[in-house]
């Protein structure tokens, strides 16, 4: 019989992303997973149909699992942690991958859902950055007291605070707005913003957003940021030198050694994590492919070292 938090639809979610998983050959378990120990979930969400200038990020989980997978690299953090074994890899959530989605977004939050709820950590690997809101709604509702709420801590060039963006409210601009109106998370801390509007910069202070240009990261305390803590972290939030597969590039951002330090400094647990917008198809070399693998393997890292 079915747990009582499992709702007919989570169940039938649940056996699409299963069946999903086992066509594109990922592992995946034989019964549902319940309490398993140290080990965290990896789940793709192929979706770009919420972009708003090129699309092609519906391909960054596959680009993420090659390379986390690659001969270039090993399975170890810089702490020495063999993380990637740890990594159990479920596969995608199967979407319809359509612009402003209702049925796309129930999908993941309810793929999200049941990881938590079986007391799995999750770390889910876009996708175009709409993902963050559904996620967020599954944290929000996550029986387990010691996940939430969350703050959020947000690596990104853009606020995606948009009200909605060319009349997509689940556009990839907008999922913050989207999650702080819901309720998703006690406070929103960005680093790397370097193209606020005023209209976003409206929204940053209706909702108290504390948003941290690269100019003034050197002067952020980030001792202050109390957890449990929800990272998001878009690739264009680093500088496009350092992550050129992305869609938008914005000159002026973050250096890869700059997000680490963020992440080492975080005081407290880390309990979800996102790593969005690839796009393969701007990728040279897969070198913005291998920035986001190892963003996995070092939050992942962090995720097993402070709960
Ligand atoms: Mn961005």
Redo the contacts with the bound molecule.
Sequence with gaps: MAPAWLSPRADAITCQVIAHARAVGSRVPARPLVHTGAMISLLGVPLDANSSHLFGTAAGPASIRAALHSGSGNDSTEDSVVVVPLLDDIGDVKIANERGSVADADAITAAVAIQLETGRQVITMGGD?SITFPILRAFRDVTDVDRRPVTVVHI???P?LYDDLDGNPLS??SPFARALEAGCMTSLVQFGIR?ATPHQREQAARWNVEMVTPRRLDRFDLSTIVGPVYLSV????LDPSVAPG?S?H?PGGLTFREVLDIIDALPGPIVGADVV?LNPSRDLNDMTAMVGAKLVKEIAGAMLARG
Excluded: I, N, P
Aim: aromatic share 0%.
């Design positions: 950055h990104d060039a853009h995606d990839h601009a193209t878009d690739l264009d939030g992305v938008h914005e917008e």
